[in-house]
């Protein structure tokens, strides 16, 4: 019995090792996951980029746009969406945009139309 019982605890202890030595593989959704964040802060600084080379940008006002960025690319990503929807969604952008920012930066945002544009679409 004492035999068994040692053949038994034997198995359990060799598959257990030999489970915990496997290779776990990322499956392709959370592989795709990692590529859309990175895919993501690319896009975010990229308009951070093109706005702070236009007008000079406040380390607060930095913070509150890294945030509206993150959510336009995220809401602008979804494929579900109708072209009425991303309009709205760029709307909503625009008028945040301009909330966040100083009448002399509006100004400046408004003498350009096509910065203005591709900050919100």
Do not use: C, W
């Amino acid at each position: 019995m004492k035999k068994i019982i040692a053949v038994f605890a034997m198995m359990l202890a060799f598959g257990y090792t030999a489970n915990a030595q496997q290779k776990k593989v990322a499956t392709p959704a959370q592989q795709q996951e990692t590529i859309d964040r990175e895919a993501l802060k690319k896009a975010v600084m990229k308009d951070i980029t093109t706005l702070s080379e236009n007008m000079e940008i406040s380390d607060s006002q930095l913070t509150n746009l890294k945030g509206l960025f993150e959510y336009k690319h995220k809401a602008l990503a979804d494929k579900t969406l109708s072209k009425e929807e991303k309009d709205a969604i760029s709307d909503a952008i625009e008028a945040k945009l301009r909330a966040g920012l100083p009448k002399d930066q509006v100004g400046k945002l408004d003498e350009s139309p096509q910065l203005l544009y591709q900050l919100t679409h």
